[in-house]
């Protein structure tokens, strides 16, 4: 009866809005509101120096300086007149900010995100909220740890309270000996740990990439193609008249997954970029950009190999990335995420089973629109004469 009597009570005052979380949750919404009108001036400012095409950065980065570039100049100017931002810049004077606008000194950082459960309204819903960029100078488990330790603490926050931790799969942060989840975890046990599904899905993409000397090739053409538009406005303006639809997209060396984007543009519109590698052959360009074009267009757009290996590598990123997408939903619920990963596991074994079939149908057609012959081009075998101490095959590839 006991339970029961609490049970109601507790009911009755999340009907009413009067839990003991009320006052904590008005303050963090309060936060976040804050946070969403100093971002939106921040967006702003930038949107205007990109238009403009102007320089952000000074001689030094340092708020209310001489020569402090465009951005902090514009954010100063605004602050005059404007109360949020001149909170905003009050804190960062005070020091109760230490990580704010454009942040990317040669620093070790670390990104702290909590994921809470929200009670103080009717309907209970799972909050995330990004805090803050932590600095880290000891990359060590126990060095994160401390850093992490302190940082809850100035936030009043109990380590007692955390029901779960997640982080990428460094050994550091991982390590079931000396890493942040095992400290975490002898001081509260109830901080179950789960591994960062994206990441071990970008590991896994990037390994299967990695020791195969085709892939590594392959992704290596995709470059070549998107460096030779993009590092001139000139030869970018020769793309954009051929190619209307998706525009070319440089490989990301951390995101494996978003690969895809860059696969998607050649998989759907590979004969009208080799239209534009051909215009490009035959403008006056120097012989450098001119042999490149040539090259890209005859050996590796016109290759059947290449065509096939796009389809190939667009089906298998598109499903991971899929996948991926759904793990980093603010929603997302472990049980869900186990189907999502098991049926990407079935979609892969199959693939494995008539992938390639079905890859080949598709990459003929591709092939006959672009008038070539859906062939695998022989490789040449080189003959030598055999000495007279040799034991090896005659024939070398």
Not at 34 to 55: E, P
Not at 107 to 115: D, G, N
Not at 213 to 225: C, D, E, M, N, T
Request: proline share 2%.
């Amino acid at each position: 009866m006991t339970c029961m009597s609490k049970w109601i009570e507790l009911e009755n005052r999340l009907q009413k809005n009067e839990t003991i979380d009320k006052g904590v949750q008005e303050q963090i919404n309060r936060k976040r509101e804050h946070w969403k009108k100093v971002l939106l001036r921040i967006i702003v400012v930038v949107r205007t120096l990109a238009k403009n095409n102007f320089a952000f950065r000074g001689d030094n980065e340092k708020i209310y300086q001489e020569r402090n570039g465009n951005f902090l100049s514009l954010i100063g100017m605004i602050a005059q007149f404007d109360s949020v931002m001149q909170d905003h810049l009050h804190r960062i004077e005070r020091n109760e900010i230490h990580y704010h606008y454009l942040d990317v000194s040669h620093e070790e950082q670390m990104s702290l995100v909590i994921r809470c459960v929200d009670v103080s309204t009717n309907q209970v819903k799972l909050e995330e909220f990004f805090l803050e960029f932590l600095k880290v100078d000891d990359t060590s488990g126990l060095g994160l740890f401390n850093v992490l330790k302190e940082v809850l603490c100035t936030l009043q926050l109990d380590i007692g309270d955390i029901r779960g931790q997640g982080y990428d799969n460094g050994s550091n942060m991982k390590g079931k000996h000396k890493g942040v989840q095992k400290r975490l975890l002898e001081i509260n046990p109830g901080a179950f740990y789960t591994p960062c599904g994206c990441l071990s899905l970008n590991l896994g993409l990037c390994d299967v990439a990695n020791s195969c000397p085709k892939a590594i090739s392959f992704f290596g053409v995709l470059q070549r193609i998107y460096l030779l538009f993009s590092s001139s406005t000139k030869r970018w303006k020769v793309f954009k008249d051929h190619v209307e639809g998706l525009t070319l997209k440089p490989l990301s060396q951390t995101r494996w997954e978003s690969h895809v984007k860059s696969v998607k543009a050649i998989t759907y519109q590979a004969p009208q970029i080799r239209d534009a590698l051909n215009h490009l052959e035959n403008l006056g360009e120097p012989h450098n950009t001119k042999s490149e074009a040539e090259s890209l267009a005859t050996y590796e757009i016109e290759n059947f190999e290449f065509l096939l290996g796009v389809i190939i590598w667009h089906n298998l990123l598109f499903a991971v990335n899929s996948v991926s997408k759904i793990f980093q939903r603010e929603d997302m619920h472990i049980d869900v995420a186990i189907i999502q990963l098991k049926g990407l596991i079935t979609f892969l074994e199959k693939y494995r089973e008539t992938g390639f079939l079905d890859a080949m149908i598709e990459a003929k057609e591709v092939a006959t629109l672009m008038e070539i012959d859906p062939v695998f081009c022989e490789k040449r075998v080189i003959r030598r004469k055999k000495q007279f101490d040799e034991n090896i095959s005659e024939e070398v590839t």
